[in-house]
């Protein structure tokens, strides 16, 4: 299980919620509200960690990548998201979802 706070990435036990280890935050981007550089995390399907800061109004909204859960882990990359229109924001979540091509799938033989 992963929990981050504004500047860590905790990796904990599921059985107990002992802490295992911590990931290397060593590089993220010095950007977000009031010094959140970590606000939230997901895992994907291959294993690639993704954190994103927290941005009230859009302009310093930064995502992170790990390439795997494990205390090895490097930081990948690093950076700043494209602004988005200034809004009210209430909550936000980060969703990892698979990547999709947009090739054609092969054609099956009869």
Known sequence: MLVCDHQNIYVLASTNGVTLFQLNTLG????????????????????????????????????????????????N????????PTRPVARATVAVTRWRSAAPAPARKS
Do not use: K, R
Not at 46 to 62: C, E, K, P, Q, R
Not at 77 to 84: E, F, S
């Open 28 to 75: 993220l981007p010095v950007v977000g509200y009031s010094a959140w550089l970590l606000d939230q995390i997901g895992v994907a399907d291959d294993g690639v960690v993704y954190g994103a800061n927290l941005s009230l109004d859009g302009t310093t909204f930064a995502i992170t990548s790990w390439s795997s859960v494990s205390s090895g882990a490097s930081l």
């Open 77 to 84: 990359a690093a950076g700043a998201a494209p602004p988005v």
